[in-house]
């Protein structure tokens, strides 16, 4: 067996254990009520069924929780672009010591577990009044620190010689920035966007905490409160829901494949 043939099986097994997870999700989800995997031929249903999908879009707030992921979802997604570009170029661009003390000390609360900040977050929250609103989801989050990392790691690659150019032709700091080097940094941004996207969309715990209705409640909050029946939880409604939730997901994923590979390629390279 040539290695062509063993990396081939080898990525056949790695799929495949990837979409056993995707496989039950969906099964689970077109199964009719009270049906239950007991092995593996129960993941082709016998009598497969829409009712769950069709219950979840009709009786519960579905609609509701999609809007409110979304909407969180767009503006951190755009606070980071913007925001985490900006701060990346600040500390690229700035020649004295107080950059490298800057850039050090924002690697260093990526070494914090995000879920110690939780209770001192949530306090803060609570006393500016914004828990169970938009901007308790927003807030928090439209800078992270790894995306500042990460585009500082392209900033530095660029020429400052195209900046410099700009400056001789009159332009100023923030024109510089908006049209040579945030244009230069499409790969970069992309991956930004991307992972964003995913972690914020599939969030659960810190939803979870700080809001506590229906009208701030995100996709899988509320997806998880909605499954909850009186003594177990509708594992066919949970499913449902789970499977239309990860189609954006993986619609974004499959979009931007390749710009996501490249973008972290080069990365990896300039850094």
Not at 49 to 73: C, Q, W
Not at 191 to 196: E, G, K, L, P
Not at 240 to 268: K, Y
Request: aromatic share 10%; proline share 5%; no cysteine.
């Amino acid at each position: 067996m040539n290695t062509s043939r063993v990396v081939a099986l080898v990525m056949l097994v790695v799929l495949a254990v990837n979409l056993a997870p995707l496989a039950v999700m969906v099964s689970l989800a077109i199964k009719g009520e009270g049906t239950v995997l007991r092995g593996l031929g129960d993941l082709i249903p016998s009598r497969p069924t829409l009712d769950n999908f069709t219950e979840i879009m009709s009786k519960g707030p579905f609609a509701r929780y999609f809007l409110n992921s979304t909407v969180v979802v767009t503006f951190v997604v755009v606070g980071n672009l913007m925001l985490a570009s900006m701060a990346a170029y600040a500390i690229a661009r700035t020649r004295t010591r107080h950059a490298n003390v800057m850039l050090a000390l924002l690697i260093s609360t990526m070494m914090i577990p995000k879920h110690i900040m939780m209770i001192p977050l949530f306090t803060l929250l609570l006393r500016m009044g914004l828990v169970d609103t938009y901007y308790a989801l927003i807030l928090p989050f439209l800078v992270d620190a790894f995306n500042v990392f990460f585009l500082h790691q392209y900033i530095k690659a660029i020429p400052v010689e195209l900046e410099e150019a700009a400056f001789i032709d009159g332009a100023g700091v923030f024109t510089a920035f908006s049209r040579v080097v945030f244009p230069a940094l499409k790969p970069a941004l992309v991956v930004v966007a991307t992972n964003t996207f995913l972690i914020n969309w599939n969030s659960f715990l810190l939803p979870f905490v700080l809001t506590n209705t229906d009208a701030a409640r995100t996709l899988p909050v509320g997806l998880a409160i909605f499954s909850q029946g009186e003594h177990s939880v509708d594992w066919g409604l949970l499913m449902a829901g789970s499977t239309l939730a990860a189609i954006p997901t993986i619609v974004a994923f499959a979009f931007f494949q390749r710009h996501i590979v490249r973008g972290i390629t080069e990365g990896a390279i300039r850094g």
